[in-house]
């Protein structure tokens, strides 16, 4: 039985550390998008 809570508690830390690197990367993706949007609009 705490063998299995253990697991729990892991698959939470790791479902977590996931979920931040998967925030982190679309906030990158949607910076540079922006950036690419400005850089296209400055072009004459």
């Known amino acids: 039985m705490r063998s299995i809570r253990n697991f729990a508690s892991l698959l939470v830390e790791v479902s977590g550390f996931i979920l931040g690197f ?8 949607a910076w540079r998008i922006t950036d690419l949007i400005d ?4 072009e004459p």
Not at 22 to 29: P, R, S, Y
Not at 39 to 42: G, P, S, V
């Open 22 to 29: 998967v925030m982190l990367m679309l906030f990158e993706t």
């Open 39 to 42: 850089w296209w609009r400055d």
